[in-house]
């Protein structure tokens, strides 16, 4: 639906040259959440699914950590505004939250794939400016609140906050 973006796969080369060898990855055509999950959107699914909540989420599924932002097992607080990217989380417990869903969590070369693409074009990894961008956001500090998700332009395939605002489990 329109939660999710339709990228039309294709060959892609990773910038990690051991991952695809030279001759590059086939990328099948494959969806794209629009935008990452928010706090609310995981406190809907750990309120369906309380074996993720964080006082009963087994530690081989999560580090002690895990959504410790939160104000509580079931409560966001003011360090976990609902409409921010839900962080401090495990892959198991972002996996199950694909799965209730429908969907699965993108492979690593889907995510680079769709990862390279800006606003108006699929691959832009060989402008300086794009990369300078996106080095730009890894170099900052991580000690600030987290701006609400959305509001970066989408990339060409509808895709938003690829970059510079979290990292992401594929």
Same mark, same amino acid.
């Given at each position: 639906?329109?939660?999710?973006?339709? =990228?039309?796969?294709?060959?892609?080369?990773?910038?990690?040259?051991?991952? !695809?060898?030279?001759?590059?990855? @086939?990328?099948?055509?494959? #969806?794209?959440?629009?935008?990452?999950?928010? &706090?609310?959107?995981?406190? #809907?699914?750990?309120? *369906? &699914?309380?074996?993720? *909540?964080?006082? @009963?989420?087994?530690?081989?599924?999560?580090?002690? @950590?895990?959504?410790?932002?939160?104000? %509580?097992?079931?409560?966001? %607080?003011?360090?976990?505004?609902?409409?921010?990217?839900?962080?401090?989380?495990?892959?198991?417990?972002?996996?199950?939250?694909?799965?209730?869903? %429908?969907?699965?969590?993108?492979?690593?070369?889907?995510?680079?794939?769709?990862? #390279?693409?800006?606003?108006?074009?699929?691959?832009?990894?060989? !402008?300086?400016?794009?990369?300078?961008?996106?080095?730009?956001?890894?170099?900052?500090?991580?000690?600030?609140?987290?701006?609400?998700?959305?509001?970066?332009?989408?990339?060409?395939?509808?895709?938003? !906050? =690829?970059?510079?605002?979290?990292?992401?489990?594929?």
């Amino acid at each position: 639906g329109a939660r999710y973006a339709g =990228l039309p796969g294709g060959l892609f080369k990773s910038a990690l040259a051991y991952e !695809d060898a030279k001759q590059g990855t @086939r990328i099948a055509p494959f #969806a794209l959440m629009r935008k990452p999950v928010t &706090n609310a959107e995981f406190l #809907a699914f750990v309120q *369906r &699914n309380p074996q993720w *909540r964080r006082d @009963r989420v087994p530690g081989v599924f999560a580090e002690t @950590r895990y959504l410790s932002h939160w104000a %509580g097992a079931e409560a966001l %607080g003011a360090a976990a505004l609902p409409d921010r990217p839900v962080v401090w989380m495990s892959w198991f417990a972002a996996s199950a939250y694909c799965e209730s869903v %429908g969907a699965r969590l993108p492979t690593w070369n889907e995510w680079e794939y769709a990862a #390279a693409a800006d606003e108006t074009r699929r691959d832009a990894r060989n !402008d300086p400016v794009w990369r300078e961008r996106i080095l730009r956001w890894y170099a900052r500090p991580s000690n600030s609140a987290l701006p609400r998700v959305g509001l970066q332009s989408p990339n060409t395939y509808g895709v938003q !906050d =690829l970059h510079g605002l979290v990292w992401e489990w594929t």
